[in-house]
């Protein structure tokens, strides 16, 4: 079961990037501002708000979901990095 987190920090030409993944979730992907903000298109929000007054789902998860928040909690645990943690560096040479 493959769980990750990538994230490309914005420059002066560029936003940054997120990609988290989780087996149960799938990919999620967002643009993020020069704060670390996630930054939603105005037509993802109105689709979740005309997916909401339809009746087919509540606004908050919505957002919640335009927000990354399923794929926050699942990778939440993962997280952990504190003083005196362990930490397990993975890599290949090719």
């Known amino acids: 079961m493959l769980r ?3 994230t490309a920090e ?3 030409k560029a936003e940054g990037e997120r990609y988290s993944a989780t087996p149960d979730l ?3 992907h967002a643009v993020t501002g020069i704060h670390g903000d996630i930054l939603i298109p105005e037509d993802r929000l109105r689709a979740a708000l005309a997916r909401s007054v339809r009746g087919e ?3 908050e998860a919505e ?3 335009l927000l990354g928040k399923p ?9 952990y990095a504190g ?7 993975l890599h290949q040479v090719v």
């Open 4 to 6: 990750f987190e990538v």
């Open 10 to 12: 914005p420059c002066a």
């Open 26 to 28: 799938g990919i999620f």
């Open 57 to 59: 789902t509540d606004l």
């Open 63 to 65: 957002i919640a979901r």
């Open 71 to 79: 794929w926050d909690d699942e990778l939440e645990p993962f997280r």
């Open 83 to 89: 003083e005196g943690a362990p930490v397990r560096w």
